[in-house]
């Protein structure tokens, strides 16, 4: 599956119960590490790849399943002993509570985070399916399970466990998912958006957006953020582009800083090539991926989004950064965290950057979007 080709594993060289250490720094911006840096530099088998929030806690997720929790928003991090069957791959968060699925066996775990125990509640499923993903539809908690040519949907209930398997739902599982009002949208690894009501019995595919780069008009299918800003569902698709989606209905309005194509300047810098995340917190909008690795903020007011490396993501004569990629955000009292493949990272929300002229020329947007914005409100989607 395109997951096992776009994710590896994260090793920590610690002890279970050991605190993380922050690395030495030298002169910084105003992004910081707020966790020990992982070896190789986060490149090999060893990258931070999930972070959320558990009251005032942080916890972060490697990709070899190892769980690490702060004891207060980024400092005191200790590695959270795993005594039990299964490694954790997925995960849902709740004030102290914090639903764990794993993978070789699949279970399913209901962990209190303060006092760190879990119990296995038992999801009816074989050990060879894995629990890709855990969220809530209409208030019942949900899991996505899935084995090659599998797939499982159970929503939880007083008594036991529904099966709620449709065949509308493709077989596959979702990268992440948004519960909006009486809706839970699904953005999947490979088959496009999905979304369920209170008032549905099936899942519906949302139409896919439209891709518009290099005189390329097809869909895009592999959405991978989704976030819910100023009154829209905004989707980021796995190769760039981010889609507007007003009430989250058609039409849709793509947003970039650039067109590419034979009349526009291929130095024009554009958002993140891969996006693996997004983040709606506090009144503004977060990208983040790969090339660049440093989030983007959007400035909606002029449709661009800005490159927060210029809050000083690199430092030590840029031999140091954040990481190569960044997998997951998340956003705690005034501040914003990154799981970015080296460190978790971390930005005051003040100093999170802001539009300005200057930065019209320093990375080449053009200054007449006419052209632009057009385009990519054009025909969007293509096959309503």
Request: glycine residues 10%; contains cysteine.
């Given at each position: 599956?395109?997951?096992?080709?776009?994710?590896?594993?994260?090793?920590?060289?610690?002890?279970?119960?050991?605190?993380v250490?922050?690395?030495?720094?030298?002169?910084?911006?105003?992004?910081?590490?707020?966790?020990?840096?992982?070896?190789?530099?986060?490149?090999?088998d060893?990258?931070?790849?999930?972070?959320?929030?558990?009251?005032?806690?942080?916890?972060?997720?490697?990709?070899?399943?190892?769980?690490?929790?702060?004891?207060?928003?980024?400092?005191?991090?200790?590695?959270m002993?795993?005594?039990?069957?299964?490694?954790?791959y997925?995960?849902?968060?709740?004030?102290?509570?914090?639903?764990?699925?794993?993978?070789?066996?699949?279970?399913?775990?209901?962990?209190?985070?303060?006092?760190?125990s879990?119990?296995?509640?038992?999801?009816?499923?074989?050990d060879?399916?894995?629990?890709?993903?855990?969220?809530?539809?209409?208030?019942?908690?949900t899991?996505?399970?899935?084995?090659?040519?599998?797939?499982?949907?159970w929503?939880?209930?007083?008594?036991?466990?529904?099966?709620?398997?449709?065949?509308e739902?493709?077989?596959?599982?979702?990268?992440h998912?948004?519960?909006?009002?009486?809706?839970?949208?699904?953005?999947?690894?490979?088959?496009?958006?999905?979304?369920?009501?209170?008032?549905?019995?099936v899942?519906?595919?949302?139409?896919?957006?439209?891709?518009?780069?290099?005189?390329?008009?097809?869909s895009?299918?592999?959405?991978?953020?989704?976030?819910w800003?100023n009154?829209?569902?905004?989707?980021?698709?796995?190769?760039?582009?981010?889609?507007?989606?007003?009430?989250?209905?058609?039409p849709?309005?793509?947003?970039?800083?650039?067109?590419?194509s034979?009349i526009?300047s291929?130095?024009c810098?554009?958002?993140?090539?891969?996006?693996?995340?997004?983040?709606?917190?506090?009144?503004?909008?977060?990208?983040?991926?790969?090339?660049?690795?440093?989030?983007?903020?959007?400035?909606?007011?002029?449709?661009?989004?800005?490159?927060?490396?210029?809050?000083?993501?690199?430092?030590?004569?840029d031999n140091?950064?954040?990481?190569k990629?960044?997998?997951?955000?998340?956003?705690?009292?005034?501040?914003?965290?990154?799981a970015?493949?080296?460190?978790?990272?971390?930005?005051?929300l003040?100093?999170?950057?802001?539009f300005?002229?200057?930065?019209?020329?320093?990375?080449?947007?053009?200054?007449?979007t006419?052209?632009?914005?057009?385009?990519?409100?054009?025909?969007?989607p293509?096959?309503?």
């Amino acid at each position: 599956m395109m997951r096992f080709s776009l994710l590896v594993g994260i090793l920590l060289a610690s002890c279970s119960g050991d605190p993380v250490k922050t690395v030495p720094t030298g002169p910084q911006g105003a992004w910081r590490p707020a966790s020990a840096e992982a070896p190789g530099q986060g490149e090999t088998d060893a990258f931070w790849r999930r972070v959320t929030v558990s009251g005032k806690r942080l916890l972060a997720m490697t990709g070899l399943g190892e769980i690490w929790r702060s004891q207060a928003y980024s400092s005191g991090w200790v590695k959270m002993a795993w005594p039990y069957v299964g490694t954790p791959y997925s995960w849902y968060a709740e004030e102290d509570t914090l639903w764990v699925g794993t993978e070789k066996p699949g279970r399913l775990y209901r962990c209190a985070v303060s006092n760190w125990s879990c119990l296995d509640l038992g999801l009816p499923i074989a050990d060879s399916l894995m629990v890709d993903h855990i969220a809530r539809l209409h208030g019942r908690l949900t899991t996505f399970s899935t084995a090659y040519r599998i797939r499982r949907l159970w929503s939880a209930k007083a008594e036991g466990w529904d099966s709620i398997l449709s065949t509308e739902f493709p077989l596959d599982a979702p990268f992440h998912s948004l519960v909006v009002g009486d809706t839970l949208w699904a953005a999947t690894w490979e088959s496009g958006l999905w979304y369920r009501t209170t008032s549905d019995s099936v899942w519906k595919r949302q139409a896919a957006p439209r891709r518009i780069a290099l005189g390329l008009t097809d869909s895009v299918t592999h959405p991978r953020g989704l976030a819910w800003h100023n009154g829209a569902l905004w989707v980021a698709d796995w190769g760039g582009v981010v889609t507007r989606m007003l009430g989250g209905r058609s039409p849709y309005e793509a947003v970039d800083n650039c067109v590419w194509s034979s009349i526009q300047s291929t130095s024009c810098r554009l958002g993140p090539i891969n996006i693996f995340s997004l983040l709606s917190y506090r009144g503004r909008l977060y990208s983040a991926g790969f090339f660049g690795a440093s989030p983007h903020v959007l400035d909606e007011a002029h449709g661009f989004w800005i490159p927060t490396e210029i809050a000083g993501w690199c430092w030590d004569n840029d031999n140091v950064c954040g990481g190569k990629r960044t997998w997951d955000m998340v956003g705690l009292g005034d501040t914003l965290y990154t799981a970015s493949s080296r460190f978790i990272m971390k930005i005051p929300l003040s100093q999170v950057p802001v539009f300005s002229e200057s930065l019209m020329d320093r990375f080449h947007w053009p200054r007449d979007t006419s052209f632009r914005d057009s385009l990519f409100r054009r025909n969007n989607p293509l096959r309503p």
